[in-house]
């Protein structure tokens, strides 16, 4: 099954590296990665470092007031190890309060800053270099280089400008501070420089202190100040309580060839990297069930081949929606649900010629605010890294003197008595950002990749993971094939149906819509900006050749301003 095979006209080429390469949808970030790199950093450090420059030059995407999820490869012992960075409702916050507040909705309002869970980004920057970080590299080093780009300022990207300007008036809105987060009192276009000196103070502060810079003392204190004034609920004790935790990946062996199977790695629950697993292993048993043909004789983005997909994807999103939570209040049951036999029960309810009228429990949402990128170092280890605001810039309120925006992930939790993911005090919310590693059987490591985009994301993991796997696309071929997303928006939201509407990415034919509409499939197509909904990805892959030297292959999503760099 190999997974490189170049066969495949891309709009972008590949890029290669024998010692190191940075993936990321900011090219001055992935220049932050290069240069600890450089520095004798390794892939956690390098990751560290290009988060944190994300933060500077794609606010509207990521940021210290937000969460991130990290899986990362030791080539040494050949363990993927996994770290959940994702913070918990205060321990105040019930859903008996939130009704009391006139908060009558399924979910917490995005802009209502209840939804604003304890912000789990740095902690977990300060875990990732403490479990997985060379020593070479100290913490102010790794995050000098944002530290100049907000004080120096940078030119701001077309993509980036896009998005910044949609949340223009929600960031003057959220707080009394939103000039801290544009130019001028507004949002920068493209190519103008932005600088960010109260977000490089705030750097400094944890490049000096560590965690305590940001949840303890003056930062801590703002941010509270600042969701307390607005009524909500969290304390100065549920921020400096929060720790990362350490977990164990989960995964699921992939290939009808016994000889020639995968392992595709993903964070477990709280996150929805379940759902992914979950499509993989029902597309395997609806082929090893005959009903369809091995993908390998399917043609790519046919019909067949699209309704397949999103049938598979629509059994495991009705099942995880409804299971994933956060595992210290509910047990989720992640070996059940991946086990061949569930799966190849679910996939009995597959129909080669019509969708699925009769999935209940979630139903997905879309957003493409997330950010995404990959790591590799010359001793060939590896780091798959997302972090995410959720929306944008999430509630867009920012504390006082702190230049970063606060995130809503707490508008994931279900405000519905006996819900698995209902609100509870300190509790973590179902979470959509997943970052994925692919090795083969014997742990060898094959990729490190992801797709950004909220619900979007298995979705995203699953297309990528078929177009190289059974079409032998090259790794930026891969990302640029066109998409299709389940979409969310579609029909009642009473309904706890998993949509049937799919969004298509232009360069779909025409024949191949209207054959998905004689299968029940409401469909749409989308072109030009609008194509984020279909997520922004970065893939890292590993060479095996002749001269048994090390060689990374990357790919950047074209849908990003991001590009593929290394050495």
């Known amino acids: 099954m190999n997974i490189l095979n170049l066969n495949f006209q891309s709009r972008r080429s590949v890029v290669y590296g024998t010692h190191c390469i940075v993936s990321s949808s900011q090219p001055l970030a992935c220049q932050a990665g290069l240069e600890i790199l450089r520095k004798g ?80 980004a740095v902690d977990a920057f300060i875990e990732t270099i403490k479990l997985f970080g060379s020593g070479n590299v100290t913490l102010n080093e790794i995050f000098n280089p944002a530290i100049r780009l907000a004080e120096e300022g940078y030119p701001v990207s077309e993509i980036t400008a896009h998005s910044w300007a949609l949340s223009e008036q929600a960031i003057k809105q959220a707080s009394d501070n939103g000039n801290d987060m544009l130019r001028n009192g507004k949002a920068p276009k493209a190519g103008q420089i932005m600088t960010m000196p109260k977000l490089a103070k705030t750097l400094r502060e944890i490049a000096d202190k560590g965690r305590d810079g940001f949840y303890k003392g003056p930062i801590a204190e703002a941010i509270v100040e600042l969701i307390q004034s607005k009524g909500g609920l969290m304390t100065l004790e549920d921020l400096s309580e929060h720790r990362s935790t350490p977990v164990e990946p989960i995964s699921i062996s992939y290939g009808l060839n016994d000889n020639q199977r995968i392992r595709i790695w993903e964070c477990p629950p709280n996150g929805q990297g379940l ?55 509910e047990h989720v049951p992640v070996q059940e649900l991946l086990s061949s036999t569930y799966l190849a029960k679910r996939a009995e309810n597959f129909n080669p010629i019509s969708i699925n009228k009769n999935l209940k429990h979630g139903k997905p949402v879309n957003s493409s605010d997330t950010v995404y990128f990959a790591v590799t170092d010359s001793q060939g280890n590896a780091c798959s890294f997302i972090f995410s605001n959720y929306t944008g810039f999430g509630t867009a309120a920012i504390p006082n003197n702190c230049g970063f925006t606060l995130h809503n992930r707490g508008s994931n939790f279900i405000l519905e008595e006996g819900h698995p993911n209902c609100i509870q005090p300190g509790k973590r919310p179902y979470h959509t950002i997943i970052p994925s590693m692919i090795t083969n059987e014997n742990g060898d490591l094959l990729a490190c990749y992801g797709v950004m985009g909220g619900f979007m994301q298995p979705q995203g993991h699953l ?25 969310a928006s579609y029909g009642n939201s009473t309904d706890d149906n998993i949509p049937s509407e799919v969004l298509l990415e232009d360069g779909i034919s025409e024949e191949v819509i209207e054959k998905l509409k004689s299968y029940g499939h409401h469909v749409r197509l989308v072109k030009g900006v609008h194509r984020s909904i279909f997520g922004r990805g970065q893939i890292i892959a590993k060479i095996d050749n002749d001269e048994n030297q090390l060689v990374w292959t990357a790919g950047s999503d074209p849908r990003a301003d991001g590009h593929a760099t290394g050495y």
């Not at 999820?69 to 040494?76: A, E, I, K, P, T």
């Not at 390998?296 to 997909?309: K, Q, R, T």
């Not at 049938?311 to 099942?319: P, T």
């Open 275 to 329: 759902v992914a697993l979950m499509a993989i292993g029902i597309l395997e048993q609806i082929q090893k069930q005959n009903k369809i043909p091995s993908l390998e004789n399917v043609e790519h983005n046919s019909a067949e081949y699209l309704h397949v997909l999103i049938e598979s994807l629509r059994l495991a999103f009705s099942d995880a929606t409804y299971f994933v939570c956060d595992p210290d209040f």
């Open 463 to 487: 297309q990528v993971l078929m177009n190289m796997v059974h079409y032998h696309m090259n790794v930026q071929a891969a990302l640029d094939a066109p998409r299709f997303c389940i979409d």
């Open 41 to 120: 950093g390794n892939a956690a450090d390098a990751a560290v470092a290009t988060a944190a420059a994300l933060n500077v030059t794609e606010p509207c995407s990521c940021g210290i007031g937000g969460d991130c999820f990290v899986l990362y490869y030791n080539n040494q012992t050949k363990k993927i190890s996994s770290l959940n960075g994702s913070g918990r409702s205060p321990k105040n916050l019930t859903l008996d309060k939130l009704r009391q507040m006139g908060i009558e909705e399924k979910q917490i309002p995005f802009n209502n800053l209840n939804a604003v869970t304890v912000p789990g």
